[in-house]
């Protein structure tokens, strides 16, 4: 009895050892508001009708709104300071277009490089490639997520993992591309 206890305890503390530990991100949820996000965007609130307001109500959910320009990309991100065994971050958010976003389908904003919105590219360099939104994480190299926002109006959630991160210092970023219109973000 007392082997197959060791045993069992060993094999969990094994995994526990080897298992990746995911680096947290501050203000996960915008529940403090802007606190650890730097860049554009607005505190707003969303009520449970669907109703977005720049004061809390009781039950809303914070969030932030992102009103795009035709010039330049948006963008808020935070800069993390892991520690050794944090290797991996994992983040989901929640994003919805208004029904007037329209993403300019040409730019020079835009680089050319050959990313799918709803794939994962690792690139040696800082790229902005053609998407409704980007999850972009900066370690050691570049970690790219774009996707895409259709259908208008609704609420898409996207959760992403960045493993085998090694960089004592990375940055995490939201995106918004050149374009007309609003986007909404929130915590998951």
């Known amino acids: 009895m007392i082997k197959v206890s060791l045993a069992l305890a060993a094999g969990i503390l094994g995994l526990f050892l080897n298992s990746t530990f995911a680096q947290e991100v501050d203000n996960p949820d915008f529940s403090k508001g802007k606190t650890g996000w730097m860049g554009d965007g607005k505190v707003v609130y969303f009520a449970a009708d669907g109703t977005i307001s720049d004061t809390a109500a009781a039950g809303s959910v ?3 709104k992102i009103e795009l320009s035709k010039n330049a990309w ?6 993390l300071r892991p520690k050794q065994k944090d290797t991996e971050i994992q ?3 929640q994003v919805m277009a208004d029904p007037t976003f329209v993403r300019l389908p040409e730019s020079k904003d835009y680089s050319d490089v050959d990313f799918q919105q709803g794939g994962g590219y690792v690139w040696s360099a800082l790229v902005y490639p ?4 980007l999850m972009r994480v900066h370690d050691d190299t570049w970690y790219y997520r774009p996707r895409s926002l259709t259908p208008l109006g609704t609420w898409k959630t996207f959760s992403e993992s960045f493993p085998k991160l090694k960089a004592r210092q990375r940055e995490v970023a939201l995106l918004f591309p050149p374009g007309e219109g609003t986007i909404y973000v929130k915590g998951k």
């Open 62 to 64: 914070p969030g932030l």
């Open 130 to 133: 053609k998407c409704d939104f």
């Open 91 to 93: 983040y989901s958010v």
């Open 74 to 79: 948006k963008e808020v991100h935070q800069t």
